[in-house]
């Protein structure tokens, strides 16, 4: 499985942008995917997770500001940014909880991430 995450970049405060993460190779069915991220310094904490089913849950810290959305067709997940600040500033990285067959237990696989860096 590959989790491809792009979208990342620099952005003044109070800008948006829009992160993406493409998961490919064997998969039979995503249960979960997310986004997560890591400032320098900092443990790497949840940021959003969508379900297969449209339920969503958010760190408060982005709560009204942050959207994870998913095309589960193409298994593609989404973070759209708004009124971004400073302390969002970090390294975003995709998750995606996901089976390789039927048979399949569900694994835990984490992509390469994306720069996000908002400057004040």
């Known amino acids: 499985v590959q989790l491809q995450a792009s979208g990342g970049g620099l952005v003044q405060a109070g800008g948006s942008l829009r992160l993406s993460c493409a998961a490919s190779g064997s998969i039979f069915s995503i249960a979960s995917m997310g986004w997560y991220r890591q400032a320098p310094g900092k443990e790497r904490e949840k940021v959003a997770t969508?379900?297969?089913?449209?339920?969503?849950n958010y760190a408060d810290s982005v709560k009204g500001r942050f959207t994870i959305s998913r095309e589960n067709a193409k298994n593609m997940a989404y973070l759209q940014m708004n009124s971004l600040k400073p302390e969002d500033t970090a390294f975003y990285y995709c998750n995606a909880v996901y089976a390789k067959t039927r048979w399949s237990a569900m694994s835990d696989y984490w992509g390469q991430g994306t720069q996000v860096t908002v400057s004040s």
């Open positions: 969508i379900t297969s089913g449209g339920s969503t």
